[in-house]
């Protein structure tokens, strides 16, 4: 419409959003930034320390299991769950009976708080009187139950696939991304003789591929923002098997270890702008910036 | 045969010209398995819970695996004494209310100005907005505790509300801004010539008009709300201010070998996420459908 006329206006409709975001995120990423630098603990001085903090994070063991662990959250989730759920909504997108009630049914748990999903796999997972391990042994498989979450080996995959297997906030999206193809592809593919499969590789995948991407994008982000089952569930152990960034930062935090705790968040953002920014090199032309517009 | 098809959808002439090989039948079988592995997950734990808390703790503790004997409703009187859950669920009713009642208030004026106007550096502020989502607000627990801290607000649902709304700013005004720019300028333009400002252009047309964006973006920011553990975590101390996820945390240590007991409190206080799923299912569906399809 017309410029200028209202630009009192536009500046007062803009003025409370633009507070709150200068205050909460602008402010927030220069300060985590800054803080880093400096061996500050909440009071007095903040005395510029370099890149000590960094040097001091990366040689914790702690830390490097928290590092490697995201990177693990981060590609399971981008990789796998986007995989599962591009799986499920090419049979959905077919519209098979109840394919609506499906749709929905998947989707419930993403409703669900993480803390209860945490609490309800904990009862999952429990060594005595735990869904998995009493089915094991009414099965007569006692060898195989485990103490799921206390073992080394299978606390991690054990808290990833409390999440992974939860595939309906991309199912959804990829769903409308699938459904959006135009069918006369479909159909033209069917009469030069394409059998489901072949339909599903040489039209769906392409044609899907950008909304795929945004999908992995999310997902990655989710997983490097990973915290309250990994919390509730483990908290980090054992021996750091499960440990992440967020869990690392949160204790810092707590022992008011300012600076560190910055460097490990900045590291956090560092991290998931790198892992989500290569990704989107390696898989589309348009840059994420492109994206977020529209 | 793709005369008879016409009708149906194409997906559908599968079905309808599909032969009875062994490769079709294997096909199905294999789509159905997945398709019923993935209800499994999902709904199977969830009524596993359920039936749990009908059973006595002792019935259990002897056979996690069996149904219940009769309907026990005790172990909700308890869920409820035990938990204090009316207080964690007032707290959460208040913070979530409220956070989705400012964050569609200021979003929606923000929305209007992107969708309805055009100035010079508008593109730049929507892309740094829109960009929000992506950063991992995990890592800004410090700042977020300092700024809250700061302003006299630790340990109050004020504070958490502030924070709340503060988060939600990139997905509501990426919802908002895209459901306003698909209203159409002419009523505005009647509005316009009949004498209305700008705040009457915004109150009294786009914002009606909008109603079903922010019904979509409001369920976003509050089941995020209802929902969040980390900041309620980080920014409460004392029982008074406590959240339902905060909580749930505490249940282990409340109800300690009462586990029917705890199963009740986990469930009920699932049951308002049910609810509000179950009435706004479509607009949380399209709200996802529309972001996939625009970007």
């Known amino acids: ?294 | 045969m793709s005369g008879q098809v016409a009708t149906v959808s194409p997906h559908d002439s599968v079905r309808l010209g599909g032969h009875r090989t062994p490769r079709v039948v294997l096909a199905k079988a294999a789509k159905w398995s997945v398709l019923a592995l993935f209800l499994i997950v999902t709904l199977f734990p969830l009524l596993w819970l359920l039936l749990q808390t009908f059973k006595t703790n002792a019935e259990f503790v002897m056979n996690p695996l069996a149904l219940p004997s009769g309907f026990h409703y005790q172990n909700y009187v308890d869920a409820v004494q035990i938990s204090g859950l009316p207080r964690l669920l007032m707290n959460s009713v208040i913070v979530s209310s409220a956070s989705t009642a400012i964050n569609m208030l200021i979003c929606s004026m923000g929305a209007f100005v992107f969708a309805r106007e055009r100035f010079k550096g508008q593109q730049l502020i929507v892309t740094i907005i829109l960009a929000g989502v992506l950063v991992p607000i995990i890592a800004l627990m410090l700042p977020y505790y300092r700024i809250i801290r700061g302003l006299g607000l630790f340990d109050s649902l004020a504070g958490l509300t502030l924070v709340y709304v503060a988060i939600n700013i990139p997905i509501s005004t990426f919802l908002l801004q895209g459901f306003m720019k698909s209203i159409p300028f002419e009523m505005e333009e009647a509005g316009v010539i009949d004498g209305c400002n700008f705040w009457q252009r915004y109150w009294l047309i786009v914002l009606p008009l909008s109603k079903l964006g922010i019904v979509t973006a409001g369920t976003f920011v509050f089941l995020f709300s209802w929902n969040e553990f980390v900041y309620a975590l980080l920014l409460t101390a004392s029982f008074t201010t406590r959240t339902l996820q905060l909580g749930i945390r505490d249940f282990q240590g409340q109800f300690f070998t009462n586990y029917t007991g705890m199963y009740a409190a986990i469930t009920l206080s699932i049951i308002p996420s049910v609810i509000v799923y179950v009435f706004f299912h479509e607009r949380i569906i399209s709200g996802l459908t529309s972001g996939a399809l625009k970007t």
């Open chain 1, 1 to 294: 419409m017309t410029l200028h006329k209202h630009w009192k206006g536009i500046a007062l409709f803009l003025l409370p959003v633009g507070v709150m975001y200068v205050t909460f995120f602008i402010y927030p990423l220069g300060y985590v930034f800054v803080v880093s630098l400096t061996d500050y603990r909440g009071f007095g001085a903040m005395e510029f320390v370099g890149l000590a903090n960094f040097r001091r994070i990366f040689g914790m063991t702690n830390f490097q299991f928290g590092l490697r662990n995201n990177l693990i959250w981060a590609l399971s989730l981008g990789f796998g769950q986007v995989a599962l759920a591009a799986l499920v909504a090419m049979i959905l997108a077919r519209k098979p009976p109840f394919w609506r009630f499906l749709r929905t049914a998947y989707f419930l748990p993403n409703v669900i708080s993480q803390v209860a999903i945490a609490m309800l796999w904990y009862t999952i997972y429990r060594e005595s009187f735990g869904l998995l391990n009493t089915t094991l042994r009414a099965m007569g498989l006692d060898h195989l139950a485990l103490n799921w979450l206390g073992n080394l080996s299978t606390a991690l995959p054990a808290v990833i696939l409390q999440q992974l297997l939860y595939i309906g906030y991309f199912m959804i999206i990829l769903l409308a991304g699938v459904m959006s193809i135009p069918r006369s592809l479909y159909e033209s593919a069917e009469i030069d003789g394409a059998n489901v499969f072949q339909q599903e590789v040489f039209i769906t995948i392409p044609m899907v591929k950008d909304i795929a991407v945004v999908a992995m994008t999310l997902a990655m982000a989710f997983g490097i923002r990973h915290f309250e089952a990994t919390f509730l569930l483990t908290g980090g152990g054992p021996a750091n098997r499960t440990m992440t960034l967020g869990i690392l930062l949160h204790r810092n935090l707590h022992a008011a270890n300012y600076g560190r705790a910055s460097a490990i968040s900045a590291v956090l953002i560092i991290v998931g702008a790198l892992i989500i920014g290569l990704t989107r090199h390696l898989l589309t032309t348009r840059s994420a910036i492109e994206d977020v517009k529209q």
